[in-house]
Each structure stands twice: as structure tokens, then as C-alpha cells.
């Protein structure tokens, strides 16, 4: 009875720990990868990438190996299961010891097979031992954060910035530049574009906020990364105030604003109508919105907070 017993308590041990560790993990979507959770990337039409099928890949990968260890986990409580209940069936007991021995080595063979092709990997790269299996897949070049960031006239500090924790500074919001070419430079000297990543795609950033401008400074410093402003000033709604520019979506940006600051909580997380198209909606923690539109033309509608400058 007491060895009965003992293997009960390991059988449901073996079951147990597994989803302990799960329920550990701060974010279990993350075991499967992909923004939002899931195998697939988060990406519609023209936006997907041959970088979204290497994520793919690797979900696939990452999956394949947490639902081995899963079934594994299950297969072996059953062979304990087996074990406890043959009483005196050499048959019963016999059968336990097979699938307990089939499924170990199929295990071993999995992680095996994972951990070998990481050390080649390791070797050929010289990388040391590093996942092989984690891409990073980046669209556009990154940068470092430039040290010659426009200055904004100041006033008061304010708190609230995200990030590092650094002070925001209100701005005076009635500066604006005058000429597209003077927000262009801007811009470059900020870092924001420049080289391979044109700054705009013709569009015209005349009347653009100095506020607005200094906003995707920090944004650009904030992911590392560089992108271009697709719409600046246009007549009618928020655009009209030169505090609001659409920016071409890329990866490395899309993945630090969804990763870095929270959903709108007036929707809930959730895809709404966006002018005329849809899209979910972010707030940094100066309230500046940041709006993942969806349709014939994804891009991201970022709003700076009037009199505000959030740094991260």
C-alpha cells in the first residue's frame, strides 16, 4: 500500500508542476508567441512581411516543443496510472513499462534534436549559447538615441513620462514650423529617419507642432528604431492641428508601442471603428494616443497630447 501509494503522489506530481510553471509565466500567450497570443502574426495584406513568416516559423517551433512536453506529462501519469492499478498483471505492468519507456525516449529525442541544432548554431555563428530559434526581425535600420534633440522652450516640469522615469516638459504648443523642410530637418537630427528611411513619402509637413515633432523624437529613442511619416497637416478633424501625423507601420515599432504602453480604456482592448477604418488604440502614460489603423492603407495615427511631452 505505502508503494502504492508512493507512486500515486509522483503520478500526480508529474501531472501537477507542469501547469504550475504555466501558471507562473506572467503572460501565457507567450508561450505560443505572435502579438496578441496565437501561431499566426498579427498582420493584414500588404503590412505582412517575409519577417512575419520567420515568426511564424518560430511559433510553430516554440509550440511543437511545449505540446510535446504536455503530452509527455500526460503519457506518463498514465503509465503510473497503469503501474498502481496492474496489482498482479505482469501484462498491465508490462504495458506501463513500455509507454513509460516510449514516451521518455520520444522526449529525449525532441529536446535532443532542439538542443542540437542550437549548439550548432551557437558554434557556426559564435553567438555563444544562444536560442536559435528567436528571431529578431527588424524592417527598418536602428539607431541609437541622437544627443542633438531639438530643444523645446520650457517652463514647469511635469510628471507622468514613461519609460525611464524621466520628467516631461510642457511645450509651448503654439510653435510650429513653418516649412515641411524645416520639420523634415528636424526630424533627421532627431534621429526619426534619414539614410535608407526616407522622412516622409512626399507628404507635405508644413504647420507640424514643434511638440508633435519633439513627441516622435522620443518615440524613435524610446524603440531604437526609424520610420516615416505618411500624413502630417491636412484640413478637417485632429489633423488640422498639426498635433497628429499618420507613421508608416514597421515591426520594430509596432512591437514596442503594443509592448510598452497600455490599451485605450475607453475600448476595452478590443479593434473599434477609426475614422473610416478600424483600429486598436494605445495611450502612453501623458495620454498621447497612438491608434493601429487597419484597412487599404495600415499605418499608425499618433496624437501628441496638447501642451504635453511624454519621454521614454
Known sequence: MKKKAF??????????????????DSNPSSLLSGAGGGLVPQCEGPECKACDLTDLANNVINFGVAFSVIVATLM???????????????????????VF???FVGLLLVLLAWLLVNILFSVLTGRGLAV??????????????????????????????????????????GTAYSTSAAAIAALERGGVCGGAVPCTDGSSLAGLRVQTV???????????????????????GAHATGLKVDVRINKALSDYIERTFVPDPRYGGKRVPWGSQEAYVYNDSCGNVYAREYGSQPHWDIEAKRGRLCTF
Open 132 to 173: 536559435w530559434s528567436h528571431v529578431d526581425c527588424i524592417e527598418n535600420p536602428t539607431t541609437d538615441p541622437f544627443a542633438d534633440v531639438p530643444i523645446l522652450p520650457q517652463s514647469t516640469l511635469v510628471t507622468g513620462g514613461a519609460g525611464a522615469g524621466r520628467p516631461s516638459t510642457v511645450a509651448s504648443v
Open 101 to 103: 519507456t516510449n514516451v
Open 7 to 24: 507512486l500515486i503522489v509522483v503520478a500526480l506530481v508529474l501531472i501537477f508542476i507542469p501547469l504550475a510553471v504555466f501558471a507562473a
Open 76 to 98: 506518463f501519469a498514465y503509465a503510473g496510472v497503469l503501474y498502481v492499478t496492474a496489482a498482479s498483471s505482469p501484462e498491465q505492468i508490462k504495458k506501463a513499462h513500455g
Open 214 to 236: 519633439n513627441q516622435l523624437i522620443e518615440l524613435h529613442q524610446g524603440c531604437g528604431c526609424q520610420f516615416t511619416v505618411t500624413s502630417g497637416v491636412r484640413l478637417g
